[in-house]
């Protein structure tokens, strides 16, 4: 026997045997059970989601003469003679390939005669947006006065392009793409049938590389097989050209810790390896889109993605480490990259210099790069104003009751009386708590006692205290949350909790980025020469590079 491709060998006699668009079977098996059959069918959907093996197996299940379940019975006479593809009756037409006046002329004559072995004849038109407009026309006077005895199916990849007065006449389904899972069941039955010796992993990679089209992913599996019976999943990445993830893994960690000398060594061995820059770079995409999605979905991408369980644990534990930004702009880059390596003489190169640019984003001047500076930045000045904080604690302390605002004055009389407190000193307050750990025992109170405050506190970070005033930043775009919090009742709150965890009279300020900034510009020169003083005390320093 001639050898015949798997998709066709697979291809669904009837429609219990269809993977997948099972709304779409039910439907129509009940119009066939009904008789209530439309002059006209529109069927989109992307390639190999199974519109052309419908569009047939309806075609026969109209004629049959006694329909199963709505499916063909492959039995009676009209069944048997229309299994010969050579029959009357359907008449398959492409128009990607006949798109001319003459086909319109044939097929304004042709649907003057009725059927010859059964009910209807049936017309199956693939890629019926390719017709010409002469053609469009002789099909849509054939739509508008249709011959009892005729039924067009028009399938198509693209609905947007055909007219209006064609939609409107059609009774349209949409073919979703078929889940890998689905796939997956089809073609391990198909492999098994070849007698080849297929794992699942490699199984799973082609019914995810085929996304969602049935035929492509049974032409991947046949190529494979011609390599010989033993398909793994090297087997298959190699024949679609594609990454390992471990590699993947390595690459995007390189990418993530801005070690330029280890991606480069990575792009150098992935060639060495025989394998294509456009292939790796889309592999990149995917690899980087499925790490996003980690993040903003969590488990759920093993059902999104059709991920294996221990993929998406690898997914879940890798992503944690790279902050969404990063990898929406390595994404991004990657994206970009895909497109312009069509028309790049190097496409090494392009890769290089994409790969480098993720790596070094600390000196590129765009947003999201900023961004992530400005966090690094933020981190850094709270952790230092929280050591400074504890430094004027120390002050406090020794000045009692300061509830009046941080005046030059005070700060000058504190400087005074703490001159030898330089050193930075933990235990601050009558309750032996630092600042640091009288915030978090009063929020911790707050907690407890009043959740609506603390959830509102949750919005934004401790900024640091002056003596016995704590300050309360807002996260950015959390600016409406500071009036809240400064109104006085809930103020009250928040500073007899305070009080109680300091053990002195304590007050409590939130304040916006905005207000911060300006309030640091208003404080006076004095007062700040005062607080360094206190800090590192009087002498001058020679500063040494
Ligand atoms: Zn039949």
Redesign the pocket.
């Given at each position: 026997m001639a050898y015949q491709a798997l998709y066709r060998q697979w291809r669904p006699k009837d429609f219990s045997h269809m993977v997948g668009q099972e709304a779409i079977v039910e439907t129509l098996r009940h119009q066939v059970e009904t008789g209530r059959i439309p002059h006209a069918y529109l069927f989109c959907g992307s390639r190999g989601t199974g519109k052309t093996s419908t569009a047939k197996i309806l075609a026969?299940a109209i004629?049959?003469?006694?329909?199963k379940n709505g499916d063909?019975?492959?039995?009676?006479d009209?069944?048997?003679q229309m299994e010969n593809e050579d029959n009357l009756d359907i008449i398959e037409m492409d128009a990607a390939s006949n798109r001319g006046i003459d086909d319109a002329r044939t097929l304004r004559e042709s649907v003057k005669y009725p059927p010859q072995i059964g009910k209807y004849k049936v017309y199956i038109i693939d890629e019926v947006h390719m017709l010409t407009k002469e053609a469009f026309n002789a099909l849509l006077k054939t739509l508008e006065e249709p011959p009892a005895h005729i039924v067009f199916i028009l399938a198509t990849t693209e609905p947007q392009q055909l007219p209006t007065t064609i939609l409107s006449r059609c009774q349209r389904f949409d073919f979703g793409r078929i889940p890998a899972r689905q796939i997956l069941g089809r073609l391990r039955e198909a492999a098994d049938g070849a007698g080849a010796e297929a794992t699942d992993g490699a199984l799973m990679a082609i019914a995810r590389a085929a996304e969602g089209g049935m035929r492509d992913a049974l032409s991947i599996l046949d190529m494979c097989i011609g390599y010989g019976k033993k398909v793994d999943e090297a087997l298959v990445q190699s024949v679609l050209g594609t990454s390992d993830r471990a590699f993947l893994f390595r690459f995007s960690k390189a990418l993530a810790e801005e070690n330029a000398a280890e991606t480069i060594r990575l792009i150098d061995e992935m060639m060495k390896g025989g394998k294509e820059p456009a292939a790796f770079a889309k592999s990149v995409s995917e690899h980087l889109r499925t790490m996003l999605t980690a993040k903003c979905c969590g488990e759920a991408i093993a059902e999104i993605l059709d991920l294996a369980d221990d993929t998406t644990a690898e997914y879940l534990r890798e992503s944690e480490h790279i902050p969404t930004s990063r990898l929406m702009k390595m994404l991004e880059a990657f994206m970009q990259l895909e497109t312009e390596l069509k028309y790049m003489s190097s496409p090494r190169i392009g890769l290089e210099n994409t790969s480098l640019k993720c790596c070094l984003r600390t000196s590129e001047p765009d947003t999201l790069a900023i961004n992530d500076r400005i966090a690094e930045l933020e981190n850094q000045i709270s952790a230092l104003k929280d050591q400074i904080a504890k430094g004027v604690c120390v002050a406090a302390e020794a000045a009692p009751a300061p509830k009046e605002k941080n005046t030059a004055a005070s700060a000058g009389k504190k400087a005074e009386t703490s001159r030898p407190a330089a050193p930075v000193q933990k235990t601050l307050t009558p309750t032996g708590r630092s600042a640091d750990e009288t915030w978090k025992e009063a929020v911790r109170q707050l907690q407890k006692g009043e959740p609506a405050i603390h959830g509102m506190l949750l919005m934004g970070s401790y900024a640091g205290s002056n003596g016995t005033n704590y300050l309360w930043k807002a996260n950015p775009g959390f600016d409406i949350i500071v009036a809240s919090l400064n109104s006085a009742e809930r103020k009250k709150k928040i500073e007899e909790a305070l009080t109680a965890a300091a053990g002195v009279p304590s007050t409590f300020q939130a304040t916006d980025m905005q207000s911060e900034i300006k309030k640091n510009e208003e404080a006076s020169d004095e007062e700040y020469v005062a607080g360094l003083i206190e800090t590192f005390g009087a002498e001058p320093v020679d500063v040494v590079e």
């Open positions: 026969r004629n049959c003469e006694h329909p063909p019975c492959g039995e009676c009209t069944c048997r």
